[in-house]
């Protein structure tokens, strides 16, 4: 069974920085594109960023580009998205996510609160 | 970026009724190759999506045959056949094209 499982999440001030996780098990991880997507609350879903399996390519959405960075950990299983400046408008549940191809997430974590208020 | 435009926003519907989505991209998002990379979530209220269709009309393992897919370039629609309960939720299109990968609004499906 693929399992993703999110952490890392909480309440933080504007203008500062959280680091969340993703550890995936059930899954051929190292071959696996993967994802952040965030869901701001009574939104619709965003794309965050996007990693190749070897770490050599990261895309991002321009409203997090230069603030937040995707990394991951082939040996660990393990998906990172550490997040700096932070902003009110970057509020919202976060889900790690494996990209089959193009976009098609088929496997989704269970999501991570990300709160961000003084 | 591509915008994704779903239409309605809420649906309400009688149980055992078909129910129709329909998702609209600001750009056509057929590729070089043919592919087109159009793809449909569910997400039950308090849960992850869930992944129902991909490439505008293949269906996921394990959604039932009353889900269905279609269109091309910048017109798609969602299908249900015959609304259950337990199709209560949102429902998202994606486009997977261009990047930034972009969502629709959603559309809130209700039983009436």
């Known amino acids: 069974e693929v399992q993703l499982v999110e952490s890392g999440g909480g309440l933080v001030q504007p203008g500062g920085s959280l680091r969340l996780s993703c550890a995936a098990s059930?899954?051929?991880?190292?071959?696996?594109?993967m994802a952040w997507v965030r869901q701001a609350p009574g939104k619709g879903l965003e794309w965050v960023a996007l990693?190749?399996?070897?770490?050599?390519?990261?895309n991002y959405v321009d409203s997090v580009k230069g603030r937040f960075t995707i990394s991951r950990d082939n040996a660990e299983k393990s998906l990172y998205l550490h997040m700096n400046s932070l902003r009110a408008e970057d509020t919202g549940v976060y889900y790690c996510a494996r990209d089959s191809l193009y976009g098609s997430l088929d496997y989704w974590g269970q999501g991570t609160q990300v709160t961000v208020s003084s | 970026d591509v915008v994704m435009t779903q239409s309605p926003l809420s649906l309400p519907v009688t149980l055992g009724q078909p129910a129709s989505i329909s998702c609209k991209s600001s750009q056509s998002l057929v590729l070089s190759d043919g592919n087109t990379h159009l793809h449909w979530f569910q997400q039950r209220p308090g849960q992850s999506p869930r992944r129902l269709i991909s490439r505008i009309s293949d269906r996921d393992s394990g959604v039932p045959d009353r889900f269905s897919g279609s269109g091309s370039g910048t017109d798609f629609t969602l299908k249900i056949s015959r609304v259950e309960a337990e199709d209560v939720g949102v429902y998202h299109c994606?486009?997977?094209?261009?990047?930034?990968?972009?969502f629709g609004q959603g559309t809130k499906l209700e039983i009436k």
């Open positions: 059930g899954v051929t991880f190292s071959v696996s594109w």
């Open positions: 990693m190749n399996p070897d770490g050599t390519t990261r």
């Open positions: 994606m486009q997977g094209s261009h990047w930034p990968y972009t």
